[in-house]
């Protein structure tokens, strides 16, 4: 099956009151990029902002994310801290949540451990979360190193720039090539991909082998958003 996502890189939560609705009702699932300006150079909503009462009321359950009860929500946590990042995830009530390779220890044990605890076989998998753990990788890494992982986790996503953490990036061939070696490798993981995805390359991404298409300027960066998230949609639909 494949899929659209919107992505939207929030300065704050009214950019995400101002973005939800206008793809609510034409996909299932929105992406929500936290920046913690440290693992990446942007600063997005909640980190950068001393006090947000919005943010408070969502992580202790009085409130909810906006139109929490029409989408899901997908949060990609470019965050140096990714394991405090992703238990704030959890608490926004993440259906899926994204962490980077490039995030942790070179050594792999503190991803190793990750993995072990959050992963798809994670021990608190099916009892306290319940969150598909996605884990990101640059178009530069060696497929190599990606195969110790698709089996682990529940889908992968590959980055279509080098300089992640902004919007309007110009897509690189190295990912496609890098998604139809996954594609043969590994024919039944799930493939997201993230960053430079516009109509253009849209179906030649899909036709490489991904599964999931996460859109952010293409989308928000234009006065019909909701106009271009159909179109999409219908792309998807069309060559599924």
């Known amino acids: 099956m494949r899929e659209i996502v919107p992505a939207i890189l929030p300065k704050s939560f009214a950019e995400l009151e101002e973005k939800l609705p206008l793809v609510s009702g034409i996909v299932p699932c929105v992406q929500v990029d936290l920046c913690d300006g440290r693992f990446v150079q942007s600063t997005t909503w909640p980190f950068g902002i001393n006090h947000d009462a919005h943010f408070d009321a969502i992580v202790s359950e009085s409130e909810g994310m906006p139109l929490w009860n029409e989408l899901q929500f997908e949060f990609d946590l470019m965050c140096a801290k990714p394991e405090e990042a992703y238990q704030t995830a959890v608490r926004l009530g ?4 994204i962490v980077h390779f490039g ?3 070179k050594d792999s044990s503190e991803l190793d451990s990750f993995i072990v605890r959050y992963g798809k076989a994670g021990t608190l998998r099916g009892s306290i979360l319940d969150v598909e753990l996605g884990l990101a990788f640059l178009p530069s890494t060696p497929i190599e190193i990606i195969s110790l992982y698709v089996n682990r986790v529940d889908f992968i996503q590959i980055m279509g720039i080098e300089r992640i953490g902004f919007q309007g990036e110009k897509f690189t061939d190295k ?3 890098l998604i139809k070696a996954i594609r043969v490798t590994h ?3 799930i493939i997201s991909v993230d ?3 516009h109509s253009e390359n849209a179906e030649s991404i899909f036709e490489a082998g991904a599964n999931r298409l996460v859109i952010g300027s293409a989308i928000f960066g234009e006065p019909n958003a909701s106009e271009i998230t ?3 949609v219908h792309l998807a639909h069309d060559h599924a």
Do not use: K, M, T
């Open 175 to 177: 990912a496609l090539n």
């Open 94 to 97: 993440a259906s899926r949540a």
């Open 103 to 105: 995030a942790f220890n």
């Open 187 to 189: 024919p039944d993981i």
């Open 195 to 197: 960053g430079g995805v």
């Open 230 to 232: 159909e179109a999409f």
